[in-house]
């Protein structure tokens, strides 16, 4: 994998311990989260290799603060104005379902793709808040069944919206997850 990111050990955690920090193509330097650090994290190996295939694949295009961003083109019709990472992860997921809702995410008012385990419906009532964090992070029984802890989620989706390429975001999760 040809990705631009280095390995930079020079950041000290609580403890005084020097700690590894993922410098990305763009000069800047992202702290390694501790499950991803001490090997704690355990991704399915198959999704793992699904979900960095599809990361490098050129099929999604990127983007940033919500998993998938559409246009809306006719009533049944949409078109993908790009991915986050963890929507990538949600697209390729074996038991994942989608549904369109329109929010506004950081004041910006759009169409974004929710993610469900298959079977689920999105309540009507949610808030605001809530349907911006459902536009943020795949649902707890999606991401478990691959073993994505809440903590990578956001750690993978910072890197996102900082930037990092789906090339850097995939090297990140071969050399940690």
Same mark, same amino acid.
């Given at each position: 994998?040809?990705?631009?990111?280095?390995?930079?050990?020079?950041?000290?955690?609580?403890?005084?311990?020097?700690?590894?920090?993922?410098?990305?193509?763009?000069?800047?330097?992202?702290?390694?989260?501790?499950?991803?650090?001490?090997g704690k994290m355990y991704l399915d190996e198959e999704f793992k290799l699904l979900?960095?295939?599809?990361?490098?694949?050129?099929? =999604?295009? %990127?983007?940033?603060?919500?998993?998938?961003?559409?246009?809306?083109? @006719?009533?049944?019709?949409? %078109?993908?104005?790009?991915?986050?990472?963890?929507?990538?992860?949600?697209? +390729?997921?074996?038991?994942? %379902?989608?549904?369109? +809702?329109?929010?506004?995410? @950081?004041?910006?008012?759009?169409?974004?793709?929710?993610? =469900?385990?298959?079977?689920?419906?999105?309540?009507?009532?949610?808030?605001q808040e809530d349907l911006e964090e459902l536009a943020g992070e795949l649902p707890?029984?999606?991401?478990?069944?691959?073993?994505?802890? @809440?903590?990578? %989620?956001?750690?993978?989706?910072?890197?996102?919206?900082?930037?990092?390429?789906?090339?850097?975001?995939?090297?990140? +999760?071969?050399?940690?997850?």
């Amino acid at each position: 994998m040809d990705a631009h990111i280095t390995i930079n050990p020079k950041y000290e955690d609580w403890r005084g311990r020097l700690v590894p920090a993922v410098r990305l193509a763009n000069g800047t330097e992202h702290m390694v989260p501790e499950p991803m650090r001490t090997g704690k994290m355990y991704l399915d190996e198959e999704f793992k290799l699904l979900w960095i295939m599809a990361l490098l694949s050129g099929v =999604f295009p %990127q983007a940033q603060n919500a998993l998938h961003v559409v246009r809306v083109l @006719r009533r049944d019709k949409h %078109q993908t104005v790009g991915y986050c990472c963890l929507g990538v992860a949600g697209a +390729i997921h074996p038991n994942a %379902q989608s549904q369109v +809702i329109t929010t506004s995410i @950081r004041n910006s008012h759009c169409r974004v793709e929710l993610f =469900f385990r298959t079977g689920a419906v999105v309540d009507p009532d949610l808030s605001q808040e809530d349907l911006e964090e459902l536009a943020g992070e795949l649902p707890p029984e999606l991401a478990g069944e691959v073993g994505l802890t @809440r903590e990578v %989620q956001y750690y993978l989706a910072w890197l996102n919206d900082a930037g990092a390429t789906f090339e850097e975001i995939a090297a990140v +999760i071969d050399l940690y997850l």
